[in-house]
């Protein structure tokens, strides 16, 4: 089995490169189904027992949990020699921190002005008569109290930014780069992939999220260390939830 999915290295022609797309899409729609569906049966079971405000943070944390063991495991079967070498990169040097903080001031900085002026431009569609919505007894994050803030803090400040590299800047990207175009497939592909699983967002919700994995894309890229994209993305979503509580 693992050498019906292990890649090749490197793809040598147009059925490499497409037996790789088929992989990943198969691989992806795989982990995020089976994620999905594991969380699913463990809030099915327990979820009764818990407050609705928990019920959200903890079906977060158990996909999110599931995406990064099932991220591991894939890791293992595409590049079996060096399964954590390859999805973790070059060990940890700081010469690339000071762009990741950068990069995640600069996004924080602008996603409102951009946000807004797409939205703007975009409106959203309202094509039918929409009745009011139900109320839902679910409290805000930034208005949670003790220990049901802080693991909310905990899993949209550190467990959701590193699931989510080590899922699209980790095994995705570094798979993608295994193709002809290199870059040129991995920085977009995985770009617009990142961008699709967050389009609950407004359409300028959706830009700022794009222009934010493009940016984790390039330094990975650039440097080569999934531990970069996760302080970049992790205080991005950190930054963020602070201008919303001084706000």
């Known amino acids: 089995m693992r050498a019906l999915i292990a890649l090749p290295a490197p793809s040598r022609h147009a059925l490499d490169d497409g037996l790789i797309l088929l992989r990943l899409a198969i691989a992806y729609t795989a982990l995020a189904a089976a994620s999905n569906w594991l969380a699913g049966q463990i809030m099915q079971q327990w979820g009764h027992l818990l407050h ?18 099932g991220s591991l495991g894939l890791a293992w079967l595409l590049e079996p ?7 973790l990169g070059r060990g940890v040097t700081l010469s690339g921190l000071v762009p990741a903080l950068l990069l995640a001031g600069i996004m924080v900085l602008s996603a ?10 975009i409106p959203a569609p309202d094509l039918l008569p929409q009745e009011p919505a139900e109320p839902i007894a679910l409290t805000p994050l930034m208005d949670l109290q003790g ?27 570094k798979a993608l780069q295994r193709t002809r175009p290199g870059i040129w497939i991995a920085l977009p592909a995985s770009t617009l992939i990142f961008a699709l699983l967050h389009s609950f ?10 222009l934010l994995g493009a940016g984790l ?3 990975r890229w650039k440097y080569d260390q999934l531990w970069l994209c996760v302080v970049a993305h992790a205080a991005y979503n950190g930054l963020t939830l602070l201008m919303v509580a001084l706000a």
């Open 52 to 69: 609705i405000d928990t019920q959200f943070l903890v079906i977060d944390a158990l996909f999110t949990g599931w995406l990064m063991l």
């Open 112 to 121: 409102n002005p951009l946000a807004e002026w797409l939205d703007l431009k």
């Open 81 to 87: 020699r060096r399964p954590l070498g390859w999805l």
């Open 201 to 210: 967002y407004s359409p300028g919700g959706v830009l700022v999220i794009a």
């Open 217 to 219: 894309g390039w330094l």
């Open 147 to 173: 220990w049901r803030l802080a693991g909310a803090l905990v899993v949209a400040i550190f467990w959701v930014p590193l699931a989510e590299e080590i899922l699209f800047r980790g095994w995705l990207f």
